[in-house]
């Protein structure tokens, strides 16, 4: 008698999966979540929506610090696990946020001087998590990043810092320039990285500080930078060779480092 041979099963893909429960989908639901400020690692556009939606959502994707991939429709029905998707998807950030304040009590309770970070719209998120994987070995107490025109702590974030995201306090606000006369008010001494600015080993970085760190394009923006207390350079050796400037992360991670270094001889 022949064996009968039972038809072996497919195996799932990954779109096949249990549906991630960070992933928000439907027009509506998308456009909110881009509006509230919350944490958007990435939106997911069907290949073949209307040129004008697929810009409107590019637009506000960009805006909220998120990246942008085009999907084939079905790939989008899997990974949803509905036809009702409306073409568009995204990935929601899971961590929770703290307040200026309490970046501030942190301090306190420590009995250390404040050392924060801020982020005046650095976009890749990349970058963002290797400046909280600095912060955090070098003491600060937390950063601050912009609700909008910027990224967010996103699951890429999470992974580019090593996991410093989610031990490193996160500060979402309305507006870098009023977060720092908040800090300013409190006695923080707030300085900015620019190329104009005193070389670095030239400051005294030591007692309450905030770094400010612009973005990948653009810097840190003039008001931001007339707000601030000081501004600090990074002196170049290649100079004339057309790299004129450090990465962000880079800058920040040398930048952070030396501030550890001056708060540690006070002590």
Do not use: W
Not at 49 to 66: D, F, I, Q, S
Not at 248 to 259: F, M, Q, R, T
């Amino acid at each position: 008698m022949e064996e009968k041979k039972m038809p072996r099963r497919p195996r799932r893909t990954a779109e096949e999966q249990p549906k991630n429960e960070s992933l928000v989908y439907g027009k509506n639901p998308v456009t909110e979540l881009l509006k509230s400020g919350s944490g958007v690692d990435t939106v997911l556009i069907a290949e073949g929506m209307a040129p004008a939606v697929a810009a409107y959502y590019t637009a506000m994707a960009k805006e909220a610090g998120a990246a942008v991939k085009r999907v084939n429709p079905n790939k989008l029905r899997l990974m949803t696990g509905t036809e009702s998707h409306q073409g568009v998807a995204a990935f929601a950030s899971e961590i929770e946020y703290a307040t200026v304040e309490d970046l501030l009590n942190i301090a306190k309770e420590r009995g250390e001087p404040p050392f924060i970070v801020l982020s005046d719209g650095i976009e890749d998120p990349h970058n963002l998590g290797a400046v909280m994987r600095s912060a955090l070995l070098c003491g600060a107490h937390g950063i601050v990043i912009p609700k909008r025109g910027g990224a967010s702590v996103t699951p890429t974030v999470i992974k580019s810092s090593a996991g410093a995201a989610e031990r490193l306090p996160v500060a979402r606000v309305a507006n870098i320039g009023e977060t720092i006369r908040r800090l300013k008010e409190q006695g923080v001494f707030v300085y900015c990285a620019d190329m104009d600015g005193v070389p670095l080993r030239k400051n005294n970085l030591t007692g309450p500080i905030a770094l400010v760190m612009g973005s990948e394009g653009s810097g840190v923006s003039q008001l931001v930078k007339k707000l601030c207390d000081g501004v600090v350079r990074l002196d170049m050796a290649a100079q004339g060779t057309g790299v004129d400037s450090f990465n962000v992360s880079v800058a920040a991670g040398i930048i952070l480092y030396e501030i550890q270094t001056q708060r540690a001889a006070e002590q």
